[in-house]
T-cell receptor
């Protein structure tokens, strides 16, 4: 099973600040995803990323959010000017394609707290 | 459009008794279906998946699920609950893997 790590495990920030959440797959993967889970609510899809481009995004993923693979390995989610309602658990997921193209492996998550 | 309904937000069972967590799905395509488990302060762990092969799927930790197309259901079962099964369980439907649609989750409590 592919391994995915996420850093930091917990991020506390002031409202209006920018945060960058990182996802580090242990091996090479093609498809990347970000999801968020507001406390007590269900996991929601944010964005999928394939071949260095956004392939799909939800209505949650507005101009405040951006994703990139700055060095071909790490996959980052940037949130500009954070709001209180951005407080949530953010999960990165990967999909290696091939025979298990429709299986996603999730990282442990980053808990973002906006004060 | 894809969606998932988890019929119970909370299920409580005694240790050693069977577990049933219900899930109904809606999908325009032949769906892939998954069950994930989330223990407190942990990430999402895949329990099992259905991808158009055998309709009865066996997963980790003694869990299994049966895909019933006529009922659009994918209920999760386990013959005998263990204390370590206490967690949040998510049913997920996927359309060709690009996006996962999560249910609202079922919190399982196991009573000693």
């Amino acid at each position: 099973e592919p391994e995915v790590t996420q850093t930091p495990s917990h991020q506390v920030t002031q409202m209006g600040q920018e945060v960058i959440l990182r996802c580090v797959p242990i091996s090479n993967h093609l498809y990347f995803y970000w999801y968020r889970q507001i406390l007590g609510q269900k996991v929601e899809f944010l964005v999928s990323f394939y071949n260095n481009e956004i392939s799909e995004k939800s209505e949650i993923f507005d101009d405040q959010f951006s994703v990139e693979r700055p060095d071909g390995s790490n996959f980052t989610l940037k949130i500009r000017s954070t709001k209180l309602e951005d407080s949530a658990m953010y999960f990165c997921a990967i999909n290696s394609g091939g025979a298990s193209y429709n299986e996603q492996f999730f990282g442990p998550g980053t808990r973002l707290t906006v004060l | 459009a894809q969606s998932v309904t988890q019929l119970d937000s909370h299920v409580s069972v005694s240790e050693g008794t069977p577990v049933l967590l219900r899930c109904n799905y809606s999908s325009s395509y032949s769906p892939s279906l998954f069950w994930y488990v989330q223990h407190p302060n942990k990430g999402l762990q895949l329990l099992l998946k259905y991808t158009s092969a055998a309709t009865l799927v066996k997963g980790i930790n003694g869990f299994e699920a049966e895909f019933k197309k006529s009922e659009t259901s994918f209920h999760l079962t386990k013959p005998s609950a263990h204390m370590s099964d206490a967690a949040e369980y998510f049913c997920v439907v996927s359309d060709y893997g690009n996006q996962f649609y999560f249910g609202t989750g079922t919190s399982l409590t196991v009573i000693p």
